[in-house]
């Protein structure tokens, strides 16, 4: 009893500093509103971005070695994923953002008057809540980013498995910036704290819930019939085309499959090969080399034992399955630090991560988009192995497209999207946006 | 080799003429040339007889290869079905025998040893679970019928039909009945049937003092039965309103891909003047090892990993088996911790359709 007392009373002080955080953030955002234009705000960003992802960033380097502790994960992976979450924000990358999500950019800076006659002034909500899932670090950075583009305030509940990059890009930026850098509020909480949940669920404008479908639909569940973005369980993979050569992906592949420990929503969990079975079977030793290679220089640490079981029991269900089937191959690294299954039946899944693939070999185009079709879970990138000034490259892509995955790219880059990318396809900038009367008139 | 399996089985401990080492590296070899799957399975994992020397580096099979055809005996063979699993009733293990009596033998053995230590000779016996009668294809419903027809006297009474349902009422008479006898009396049940009972004497405020001596064995988990219990839990809830108490109360873990079981100690621990930490132990011709579900290599004392098991029992199917099980290694024997996530629920709990009728 005194223990719960305790620790009700350590929550009540935690949602009061929360309150007064949101307070000084609502204040700082209407300081910004009448006086940051779209330039201020973007140099500030790029610049606080850039102490990240400048060559031997002290910054990204401390975090990394914090995560890789935290998480079992290698250092230098993590500093490499990290580079290129910070490397996406740049200045061209943000003035292109604005370009293509918000064409009329100037409206964000100033008052306008709308067909009505009315002042009107284009903005996002005063508060966006992003409760981030722990699977993959950096997610909130670009959430931060188009807040603050979008004149938004940013509550931002960090994953006690991935707790500190919000907050220290967040005061990075309040070095550089200290209005926008107040208009960030990065926190955290256990996940069964509704007494911050709720406070933080109240009073926000806009809530971006991130996680397994399992944990956004709980979550969302609490707060039936509010509107919540929801990124959940996706799926992401790789192919390599009939014409398109084997060999000279695989080293792309393999850093798509071991990036964070294969637990993003964009690591690719399955590689389809078109063509000839022994397409995919050389597809499979290639590969093998690479993640051997990815295992000397990025060290598989133990994860969570349920992740472990679950990659145990995709190990075994591979293993009985091989065995039986002569069309089927399995490959694996020492102490199976990395395992690739190819196998013909394969469904399309998101897998058991933890540097485990399954290679399918598909006939053809038809058969490819018959199985992309046929996934349960919505498709999120996909890393196409092919050069693109090939002749089929744009209708590849097309092909792709219309499956509704929502990221194209070349191998290796899966886990680099560009920042305006979001899960379900939607604008990330654009979305948050919209036409309000004016405060200030 | 079933002979020298039997008489390991049946020898006094001292009297051995095979060690559990070498029953183990000469079952290997057995069922690799016999069972096509696990020798398939075994040379991708480049290990055969001449190429492992001793018994912890035979290859585990996964406790999921029994859904597969792991070895056809024939039409005359007893089959043994899991109970099913959430992935349906065709998915279920199914664990082929021509004979019946090493599984009689290793259950029976064993029961006796961690249930029976004190030699109480016929009980009166509830059985809450199923029966070879009821359930023809239930491995625990053969050892129960074993159990009942070696130890069960006359007021003894089976509440659990066919179809799966637990008759409480039934239970609720009998149990009325022993509590004003001074003969101890055996309860025999899947945990399901028996938080189902334990929930119904809170529900209608009802306890009774079953005799001194009396036992409780339980099994199967609790899956679909509410209110539901932790293990310790349940053996409060049995001193509560069965008042046995907790060192007699024993769960057993099994599963139908094996022919022996563990036991919690509490009871034989008790009764051989032992008050230790209470733990699953299994016979001497069945081991266990807990591993990293990561490495596979074995976990340090108190760490939790996944349960491999070698039964020299299953000589006539494959005796190393991976399961999916979650236990904390201590000592010589292993707290069960629950089975992993992403392993389907199973057990025979599930034979349970309803939980009271």
């Known amino acids: 009893m005194e223990r719960k007392q305790v620790e009700s009373s350590q929550s009540e002080s935690v949602e009061m500093l929360l309150r007064q955080q949101l307070g000084e953030a609502e204040e700082a ?41 935290h998480r079992h ?21 943000m003035e292109n953002l604005l370009k293509r999500e918000c064409p009329d950019a100037p409206a964000l800076e100033r008052t306008t008057i709308n067909k009505a006659g009315e002042s009107v002034r284009l903005r996002g909500p005063s508060l966006v809540f992003h409760s981030l899932a722990g699977n993959v670090p950096g997610m909130g950075v670009p959430a931060i980013v188009c807040a603050l583009l979008a004149r938004s305030c940013c509550l931002l509940r960090d994953s006690p498995r991935q707790p500190i990059i919000s907050g220290a890009f967040a005061d990075t930026l309040a070095a550089v910036h200290p209005l926008l850098g107040s208009m960030v509020v990065a926190t955290e909480w256990d996940a069964g704290d509704r007494r911050m ?112 079981t679950s990659r145990r029991a995709f190990i075994g269900r591979a293993e009985l399955s091989s065995a039986g089937n002569q069309d089927e191959l399995l490959i694996r690294g020492r102490d199976d630090g990395w395992v690739v299954h190819v196998d013909p039946r394969a469904k399309l899944d998101p897998g058991c991560g933890l540097r485990v693939v399954k290679i399918v070999p598909v006939k053809d185009r038809q058969a490819t988009l018959e199985l992309l079709e046929s996934s349960k879970v919505p498709i999120a990138g996909v890393a196409l192995g092919m050069n693109s000034d090939s002749r089929n490259w744009k209708e590849t892509v097309n092909d792709v497209y219309s499956c509704d995955a929502t990221l194209v790219c070349v191998p290796g880059q899966l886990q680099t999207p560009p920042l305006g990318w979001r899960q379900d396809g939607h604008q990330r900038l654009g979305d948050l946006l919209d036409w309000y009367r004016d405060e200030q008139a | 080799m079933q002979k020298k399996i039997d008489n390991f089985i049946s020898a006094d401990i001292n009297d051995d003429k095979y060690s559990f080492e070498e029953l183990a590296l000469e079952l290997f070899e057995y069922q690799y040339e016999r069972v096509p799957l696990y020798r398939q399975f075994c040379d991708a994992r480049q290990a055969s007889p001449s190429s492992v020397s001793e018994w912890q580096q035979v290859p585990a099979l996964p406790a999921d290869a029994f859904k597969q055809q792991l070895i056809d005996h024939g039409e005359e063979a007893h089959v043994f079905l899991s109970s099913g699993t959430s992935e349906g009733l065709d998915k279920r293990s199914r664990h082929q025998l021509t004979t019946l009596s090493t599984y009689r ?70 149990l ?36 001194g001596g009396s036992r409780i064995v339980d099994t199967g988990g609790r899956k679909g039965a509410a209110p539901t219990y932790s293990a310790a839990g349940m053996r409060k809830a049995c001193w509560r309103y069965l008042h046995v108490p907790g060192y007699m109360c024993v769960n057993e873990y099994g599963m139908t891909e094996m022919l022996s079981q563990y036991y919690d100690d509490a009871l034989v621990g008790r009764h051989r003047g032992r008050i230790d930490q209470r733990i699953k132990a299994g ?24 349960l491999r098991h070698t039964d020299l029992a299953n000589w006539e199917s494959v005796s190393a088996l991976q399961t999916l099980d979650l236990a904390r290694r201590v000592g010589d024997g292993f707290q069960l911790v629950g089975r992993a996530s992403t392993a389907q629920l199973r057990g025979c709990s599930q034979l349970l359709t309803m939980a009271v009728t």
């Not at chain 1, 234009?37 to 990204?60: G, K």
């Open chain 1, 29 to 69: 955002r209407k300081t910004a509103l009448s006086t940051l234009d779209n330039s201020e705000i973007v140099a500030a960003l790029a610049e606080a971005a850039s102490a990240w992802s400048e060559q031997d960033s002290e910054l990204r380097r401390g975090a990394a070695a914090f995560l890789a502790q």
């Open chain 2, 283 to 306: 016979p001497r011709w069945c081991r266990h090892v807990v591993v990293s579900p990561a490495t596979l290599q074995p976990v340090a004392d108190g760490e939790v990993g996944l």
């Open chain 2, 176 to 211: 009325g009945r022993m509590s004003s006898d001074n003969r101890p009396v055996l309860l025999l049940a899947v945990s399901s049937a028996l938080t189902a009972l334990l929930a119904r004497m809170r529900e209608k405020k009802l306890s009774c003092r079953l005799p």
């Open chain 2, 105 to 174: 033998l290793s259950a029976m053995t064993f029961f006796n040893e961690m249930v029976l230590p004190d030699e109480p000779g016929s009980m009166s016996v509830l059985l809450a679970g199923p029966g070879v009668d009821s359930h023809p294809d239930s491995s625990l419903g053969r050892m129960f019928s074993w159990v009942y027809e070696e130890t069960a006297n006359a007021d003894s009474e089976v509440v659990f039909d066919g179809d799966g349902e637990f008759d409480s009422t039934a239970a609720l008479e009998w």
């Open chain 1, 73 to 93: 994960m290698s250092a230098a992976m993590l500093e490499q994923g990290l580079g290129s979450v910070f490397s996406a924000i740049t200045t061209s990358s």
């Open chain 1, 197 to 308: 949940e709720s406070t933080a669920m109240r009073v926000a404008s806009r809530v971006e819930l991130y996680g397994s479908d399992e944990t956004v639909d709980r979550m969302a569940s609490r707060y039936g019939g509010r509107s919540i973005v929801e990124h959940g369980s996706r799926v992401s993979l790789g192919l390599v085309p009939a014409e398109a050569d084997t060999d000279q992906w695989a080293r792309g592949f393999a850093q798509d499959v071991a990036m964070y420990e294969g637990l993003g929503c964009l690591s690719m969990s399955l590689l389809l090969v078109e063509g000839p079975a022994d397409r995919a079977a050389r597809m499979s030793h290639k590969l093998g080399i690479e993640l051997s290679r990815l295992q000397r220089l990025w060290p598989r640490g133990p994860q969570d034992l349920d992740l472990e």
